[in-house]
Every structure is written in structure tokens, then in C-alpha cells.
């Protein structure tokens, strides 16, 4: 990875305003959700945490892809990558620099939006809301790369930001899916059946993660912390690989 680069798009992010617009966002979003919340008969503060927990978790994920999506095509556009592989920083570099900065910027929203909910009800602070604060990070650092990842391949702006906020509510519904395939609904050895299978095995499950029911019962000994790293860090080394091949293979 090449440090340069990675303060490149970092400085990037801070002119194009994405820290200070996400954050106003976050802020606005609490704001809402503490409002709605005072409409409430019983268990406010239960509704504050949860409504703004699941709002947050939605912003973070959208405005770091459509970040990602439009910086990678405007620097293709304006010939600042042909400019990069002048110089010489090898395509790998790029890519892994890259992906490091945007990763960084994940880590740094998904702090952002722990704090939030942690802000709106702090007497309900367990190992529940950790552990949710840190699937939402590797989340979103799974969805950046995911970005990054299309926009390389998809010369539209649109398309590849449509393409990866797809794949974002694919893997969001995968559980519902799989568990319809299992519930005997449907015939479990069709040819839809087998192949929603095998795109679960591909598929980051992020139905597992950010789930709501951790910030108000706590943790109930499923889903662990060490799956949520081994998830985020076997998926996201898979498409930085897969965005790889394809960069280094491209004809300029």
C-alpha cells in the first residue's frame, strides 16, 4: 500500500464534505428518532435506540458507497488513474491503497454511528451494543470494497452504485431467502433453490450482523465476534482480489 495514496483519497473525502455531510446526517437521524420516540407509550428509550440504530445503519452504508462509486469514476473520468500508472505506483498499490482509505473511512462512520446510538440512550450500554457498533464497521467496510470492486468495473456512475446497493439488500435478506428455500415452501432441490444456495456461499451474510435485538437483550451466545472478523476479512480479501485481477488485466 502506498501511504501518499491513501491521503489522497482521504483528503479527497474531507473537500468533497462526506465526514461533515454523514455526520449532519447522523446528527439529524438521532435528532428524528428521539422525537418519534417521545410519541411512545412504553419503552422509549427502547424505541429511540432501535429506530435510530436501524436509520443509521442504512445512511452509513449508502453515502460511503455513492462516496466510493462517484470518486473511482471521477478519477477515471478525469484521467487521474491513468495519471497514477504513469508513476511508479504499480496497479496493485492502487488498488490495496485504496481500499485501505475507504476501509478507514468505514471505520470511522461505523464509530460514528456506535456513538449515536450509545448518545440516545446511554443507561442501555451493554456487550450487546459493542458487539453490534463493531458488525456494523466490518459491514461497512465489506460494502466499501464491494463499491470499490463495481465502480472499477462498471464504467456508469448510476449503474454501479444501483449494482452494489442491490448486492447490499441481497445480502440483507439472504436469512429470509434461505429460510423460505428451508421452510419447504418451495421445492429445496429446484434449479431456483440449489442456486440461491450457492449464491448464499458467496454472499456475505449480513443479515447476522448489526442485529437490533443485541442492543436491547444483549448478547444470546449466536453469533460471535470472531465470525464477524473472519466474515468481513475473508470477503473483503476476496473482492480486493477480484478487483485486482481485473485492474491488473485492463488495457489503458
Not at 511508479?88 to 471505520?107: E, Q
Not at 458488525?135 to 454501479?160: D, G, K, P, T
Not at 431467502?177 to 449464491?199: F, H, K, P, R, T
Not at 437490533?212 to 473482492?239: E, K, M, P, R
Request: hydrophobic content about 60%; proline content about 2%; some cysteine.
Amino acid at each position: 500500500m502506498s501511504i501518499p495514496l491513501i491521503k489522497y483519497v482521504l483528503i479527497a473525502a474531507l473537500r468533497d464534505k462526506l465526514v461533515l455531510s454523514l455526520l449532519v446526517l447522523i446528527l439529524l437521524g438521532s435528532a428524528l428518532a428521539i422525537f418519534l420516540g417521545s410519541a411512545a407509550i412504553i419503552e422509549k428509550d427502547q424505541f429511540v435506540m432501535v429506530f435510530t440504530a436501524a436509520g443509521l445503519r442504512v445512511v452509513s452504508v449508502l453515502g460511503l458507497v455513492l462516496f466510493v462509486v462517484f470518486f473511482l469514476r471521477r478519477s477515471f473520468d478525469g484521467k487521474d488513474i491513468e495519471f497514477l500508472l504513469s508513476r511508479p505506483v504499480s496497479r496493485l498499490n492502487i488498488v490495496f491503497s485504496y481500499g485501505a482509505a475507504f476501509s478507514f473511512l468505514a471505520i470511522v462512520m461505523g464509530i460514528a454511528v456506535g456513538l449515536a446510538v450509545y448518545c440516545v440512550a446511554p443507561h442501555l450500554f451493554g456487550s450487546g451494543h459493542v458487539l453490534w457498533s463493531v458488525s456494523i464497521i466490518i459491514e461497512n467496510i465489506i460494502m466499501v470494497n464491494v463499491a470499490l470492486f463495481f465502480a472499477m468495473y462498471i464504467s456508469s456512475s448510476a449503474s454501479a452504485s444501483l449494482v452494489t446497493l442491490g448486492f447490499y439488500v441481497l445480502a440483507r435478506m439472504m436469512g429470509q431467502l434461505l429460510g423460505i428455500v428451508d421452510s419447504n415452501l418451495v421445492e429445496s432441490s429446484g434449479i431456483y433453490s440449489m442456486a440461491l444456495q450457492l449464491v448464499s456461499v458467496i454472499t456475505p451474510r449480513l443479515d447476522l450482523m448489526g442485529q437490533t435485538s443485541w442492543l436491547i437483550y444483549g448478547v444470546d451466545g449466536g453469533i460471535g465476534i470472531w465470525h464477524i472478523f473472519a466474515q468481513g476479512f475473508v470477503f473483503s480479501l476476496l473482492v480486493l482480489f477480484a478487483t485486482s485481477l481485473d485492474f491488473v488485466r485492463r488495457q489503458f
